[in-house]
């Protein structure tokens, strides 16, 4: 067994262990004020959703970094009103009659009701709907929202007039996003850690159906304009290790538009998007033109707008799979298939009622955009507003988002570290010291970590063979992602991104910080000599940054021993263990990372290990 060689490794081997299956949560005491807006230098808006009106003449935005937002008129091209609402809006809605919006506030784990006036926004009150919402629809009678609620898996309903909770429906892992049918009728819900698509009927308030299919990374969902199909654009994991050969050929990973018969008549199907020398990366928006005419595909991190036309001939669609590449009849200039470079890094997308008239949410131009479908060309933009220069924090989030950084643009740091997060796959980035030759033998394929709080948590990797953070980077850059090297300035910039990763608030504690009876129990569990849980997981990260020998080591290992990982959020890292074998925490805790094989110095009964997994969700 080598001792610690220097190895190839990616960023998305950094840190991290686990996370689990919620069970419940506990909401905190929210204020009915809106947030101040904040003082000093003018922020960046940052547009990650947005929702248009029926007529198509006003626009609301959900400002991520600047926590407001924004009343945008199409036909003037500018902003007429903007409010601050909460902390990371992530989710927009509209009424019908445009007279009510809503907001959902990913960090706030709140919905704000918004009152839209002609060229004004107020917000009314707001509600508690549980951690990390995300996506918003307001039903067609205008009194109703329902709201995807990441950690807790869930679809929330809510009463805009009497501003209160009336259900709660479990879906896939990681609700994003949500869709209304034409006719009002039924939710599509992208659950993007379970590979799958969930209708939910609201009349009797159930999951009527569920959509599995090959795709991860999931977010905006969307419905043909009459209802038949529903679609959605994502990631698929290819599996093999991440060499310039395997990565020009599609081998790694890939982007698709996936698309599901909502009755079930025919599996999924889908559309990959790849080209060969330029692929496409981190696909996020999907839009349909009601009159079926367009489709469109935002590819935030080649920073484009994928234009699909339905009616010169049938769109070449492949059932239960997805290819390589783009399916080569596409690339003839038949006028099916055209990219729209636009910049920036373009999110979710809206059809007008013409069908042809796109427009586009674009995060990092603090813009909304106007794509003509017809010409495939960039019409005009819309300034939200931001800062005259950018900020070495800014320039970081700018290159963490750049696809263009890896060979032949195929992804990017967040295809794998979505939010600065975790996508809950596995890659083999070659940092281990070996490659898998086939799909067959999967151990050097790691878990991707999260990187919140990753600059406090060294030293790196599964193995923490890599002690400077600035070399991680510089690796990440340069092997895993088989690009240049960044320079000096540009690992400085992306440093500076990282060090503002942090963990939104724990839902599992009360409302005041204190720990339940279960988790006060747990913890006294976890501080025992019975599991020995501190001689690994200690200190202010719960990491002791060294190395451990834990039972998980393969014969042929290139490095001996593991980091242990922080387990500060535990509760949102699933998979678990560095190859992400257990899918719960309770996997975890009884069989391959128990106590009794870890430690040997005891096992856990049933109730005692209830308790710790009640203490690690606290933490």
């Known amino acids: 067994m080598k001792n610690r060689p220097r190895v190839r490794m990616g960023l998305a ?3 991290a262990l686990v996370a689990l299956v919620l069970l419940t949560y506990v909401p905190f005491a929210m204020s009915d004020d809106p947030p101040k807006p904040t003082s000093g ?13 029926t007529d198509g003449t006003r626009i609301l935005t959900a400002n991520q970094t600047s926590g407001t937002v924004s009343l945008v008129d199409t036909a003037a091209g500018r902003v007429l009103a903007e409010v601050a609402t909460g902390d990371k809006p992530a989710g927009v809605a509209l009424a019908k009659d445009g007279r009510r919006g809503a907001v959902t506030h990913w960090y706030g784990y709140d919905l704000a009701v918004l009152e839209v006036g002609s060229e004004k926004l107020e917000v009314v009150g707001r509600v508690a709907v549980g951690p990390e919402p995300r996506g918003v629809v307001i039903g067609d009678d205008g009194k109703t929202a329902y709201v995807a609620v990441g950690v807790s898996n869930e679809v929330v309903r809510v009463d805009l007039d009497a501003r209160e909770v009336t259900g709660r429906l479990a879906v896939g892992r990681e609700p994003r996003g949500l869709a209304l049918s034409p006719d009002g009728t039924h939710l599509l819900v ?7 698509l969930s209708l939910i009927s609201l009349g009797s308030w159930t999951v009527e159906r569920t959509f599995p299919i090959k795709g991860d990374n999931l977010r905006q969902v969307t419905f043909s304009g009459d209802g038949s199909t529903g679609y959605v654009a994502n990631l698929r994991n290819k599996g093999f290790a991440t060499t310039r050969n395997n990565i020009d050929l599609g081998w790694v990973l890939g982007q698709c538009l996936t698309r599901v018969r909502i009755d079930d008549s025919e599996p999924f199907a889908t559309l990959t998007l790849d080209a060969q020398g330029r692929a496409a990366a981190d696909v996020y928006g999907a839009a349909a033109g009601r009159d079926g005419q367009y489709l469109a595909v935002s590819c935030g991190g080649t920073h484009e707008v994928m234009i699909f036309r339905t009616d010169l001939a049938k769109l070449p669609w492949r059932s239960l799979s997805s290819r390589d590449m783009i399916d080569p009849s596409l690339l003839k200039n038949d006028g099916r298939f055209r990219r729209v470079a636009v910049g920036g ?25 106007v794509v003509d479908a017809v010409s495939a060309k960039l019409t005009h933009t819309i300034p ?46 070659l940092n281990d010291g070996r490659q ?35 070399d991680a980077t510089i690796e990440s850059f340069t092997k895993s992602m088989q690009g240049p090297r960044p320079a000096d300035d540009e690992v400085k910039a992306l440093v500076a991104y ?76 699933d998979p678990f263990l560095h190859d992400g074998r257990s899918k719960t925490l309770r996997d975890a805790l009884t069989d391959p990372h128990s ?6 110095l005891g096992t856990l009964s049933e109730s005692e290990t209830d308790d710790l997994i009640a203490y690690l969700k606290s933490l």
């Open 345 to 369: 890094r373009p999110t979710e997308l809206a059809f007008a009622a013409d069908g042809k008239t796109l427009y586009v949410a674009n995060y990092l131009d603090d813009s909304i955009q």
């Open 13 to 15: 081997s950094a840190l």
């Open 595 to 600: 106590p009794e094989i870890v430690s040997a």
């Open 436 to 470: 898998d030759l086939s799909t067959a033998h999967l151990r050097s394929r790691k878990k991707v970590p999260t990187l919140r709080r990753v600059s406090e948590t060294g030293p790196w990797t599964w193995h923490g063979w890599q002690k400077s953070l600035e």
């Open 498 to 573: 990282l060090n503002t990763l942090e963990f939104p608030r724990n839902p599992f504690r009360n409302p005041d910080g204190s720990l339940s009876p279960e988790a006060q129990r747990g913890e006294a569990i976890f501080r025992s000599s019975k599991t020995a849980c501190t001689k690994c997981h200690s200190g202010p990260e719960l990491t002791d940054g060294k190395i451990h020998i834990v039972g998980l080591e393969e014969r042929d290992d290139a490095y001996e021993g593991y980091n242990p990982p922080s387990l500060r959020g535990v509760y949102d890292k």
């Open 41 to 53: 230098e003018e922020p960046h808006r940052s547009p990650i959703a947005l929702a248009l009106s």
């Open 384 to 429: 939200l507003g931001g800062p005259k220069e950018l900020s070495l924090v800014r320039r970081g989030e700018i290159l963490f988002h750049a696809a263009e950084r890896s060979f032949n643009q195929w992804y990017s740091c967040s295809t794998c570290h979505p939010d600065g997060h975790t996508n809950g796959l596995d890659f083999d980035t």
């Open 190 to 196: 992208g659950n993007t850690r379970s590979q799958s």
